[in-house]
């Protein structure tokens, strides 16, 4: 079955940056899109951006650009997202979840099962 | 950033019939972007429930059924049975600030 399995929890410090992978498995990898989500403690899911798992194009929510970057490892098929100058407020679980890459009018199907990043000095 | 309006939290009793609204604007709902839905049970990743307005995914039940209108969408859950609490997510595509997807705040059910 379509699976996606995230990499585990990170404790990280102020302005480090973190690095969390997304495998996949059960479908062809460079068929779809990867998009990155996150959830914050009591906040809205919120969209960070994602990659053409096929040609590899990015595009990144204008709230992280600079700091996040979505890479992907097709011999792998795993995805990667990472975020770097990290404050407090970044402390969230964040999300991978399958796209289509033909339209924009995306659903996102399956998600991975979350990774916790903590923030603290 | 656009974002899409939810109401924070809605009741009913099991067996009862309940609809969650979504209300969106002129750059993502009301340009034509799909809506939709997810639901998330406490301490687990979303799941897609509804795509693409009103379809169900494989394994969804029919008591879940999505619609679209104008400017906003609805979730509505009959039947509602106690397994049916969680939080309740609608997400589009927005086309204002170089495009990107959106999410609503979310809305808590409560099976009382």
């Known amino acids: 079955q379509v699976q996606l399995v995230q990499s585990g929890a990170e404790v990280k410090k102020p302005g480090a940056s973190v690095k969390v992978s997304c495998k996949a498995s059960g479908y062809t990898f460079t068929n779809y899109a990867m998009h990155w989500v996150r959830q914050a403690p009591g906040q809205r899911l919120e969209w960070m951006g994602w990659?053409?798992?096929?040609?590899?194009?990015?595009k990144y929510s204008q709230k992280f650009q600079g700091r996040v970057t979505i890479t992907g490892d097709t011999s792998a098929s795993t995805a990667y997202m990472e975020l770097s100058s990290l404050i407090s407020e970044d402390t969230a679980v964040y999300y991978c979840a399958r796209g289509r890459v033909a339209t924009v009018y995306n659903w996102f199907d399956p998600w991975g099962q979350g990774t916790l990043v903590t923030v603290s000095s | 950033q656009s974002v899409l309006t939810q109401p924070p939290s809605v009741s009913g009793a099991p067996g009862q019939r309940v609809t969650i609204s979504c209300t969106g604007s002129?750059?993502?709902?009301?340009?034509?972007?799909?809506v939709h839905w997810y639901q998330q049970l406490p301490g687990t990743a979303p799941k897609l429930l509804i795509y693409g307005n009103s379809n169900r995914p494989s394994g969804v039940p029919d008591r879940f059924s999505g619609s679209k209108s104008g400017t906003s969408a609805s979730l509505a859950i009959a039947g509602l049975q106690a397994e049916d609490e969680a939080d309740y997510y609608c997400?589009?595509?927005?086309?204002?600030?170089?495009?990107?997807?959106?999410f609503g705040g979310g809305t808590k059910l409560t099976v009382l």
């Open positions: 002129s750059s993502n709902i009301g340009a034509g972007s799909d």
């Open positions: 990659i053409n798992a096929g040609n590899g194009n990015t």
């Open positions: 997400q589009s595509y927005d086309s204002s600030l170089s495009g990107s997807w959106v």
